[in-house]
């Protein structure tokens, strides 16, 4: 897990393979929560990203160690829940 004082607002969340997952809206506490556009049907609220999945912030991105496609499946709800769980 990189430093995630480094993280900050509007930084882009990538996926190891250079995919866009997200938008930085805020760091809480050992997660990142997204801007809700990046929420996709569940616009409606914030999802979260847990730092361990970042492996490096570089520049204005923040770089995760998994590739997107399995990145998006890791989103967390507010409560800690994986989004994934929740998907039929």
Avoid: C, F, W
């Avoid at 997660?31 to 730092?51: E, F, L, V």
Wanted: charged share 25%.
């Amino acid at each position: 897990m990189s430093d995630l004082s480094r993280v900050s607002q509007h930084m882009e969340i990538i996926g190891a393979d250079g995919v866009h997952i997200g938008t930085v809206d805020k760091v809480v506490g050992d997660r990142i929560r997204m801007t809700k556009a990046d929420s996709g049907s569940h616009s409606d609220h914030h999802h979260y990203i847990s730092g361990a999945l970042v492996a490096e912030v570089e520049g204005n991105k923040v770089r995760l160690s998994a590739a997107g496609g399995a990145a998006v499946l890791l989103e967390e709800e507010k409560d800690g829940g994986a989004l994934a769980d929740m998907r039929p």
